[in-house]
Nanobody, 123 residues
Framework: VQLQASGGGSVQAGDSLRLSCTSS????????MGWFRQAPGKEREFVAA????????LYGDSVKGRFTISRDITKGTVYLQMNSLNVEDTAVYYC?????????????????WGQGTLVTVSS
């Protein structure tokens, strides 16, 4: 399974960004997917997850209410809409897919990871 994350960039605090994670729909259409992030010098942090059919979503406490995860099964793509960005959101964002169909906030549940896309938020 190959995952390609895109959409990162440099923005100002308060701005929005939408990240995309593209995969082969045949290999991920029945799988839960998630976004994690890692800031410099910090451990990887759970951001958001979505079940195979998009019905179940989970969010990390630090992004709840600001970020929205969604997916388009027909395109094999998962999105992360990020609003009201702040400097603490600066990190490399990784998408991942798990063998199970549900959503999960635990990194050990995920089997395949994308290469990451950098988001930099300045004040």
């Amino acid at each position: 399974v190959q995952l390609q994350a895109s959409g990162g960039g440099s923005v100002q605090a308060g701005d929005s960004l939408r990240l995309s994670c593209t995969s082969s729909k045949r290999t991920t259409s029945n799988n839960g997917m998630g976004w994690f992030r890692q800031a410099p010098g910090k451990e990887r942090e759970f951001v958001a997850a979505i079940s195979w059919n998009g019905v179940s979503t989970l969010y990390g406490d630090s992004v709840k209410g600001r970020f929205t995860i969604s997916r388009d099964i027909t395109k094999g793509t998962v999105y992360l809409q990020m609003n009201s960005l702040n400097v603490e959101d600066t990190a490399v964002y990784y998408c991942a897919v798990r063998r199970g169909s549900g959503s999960s906030r635990y990194s050990y549940d995920y089997n395949y990871w994308g290469q990451g896309t950098l988001v930099t938020v300045s004040s």
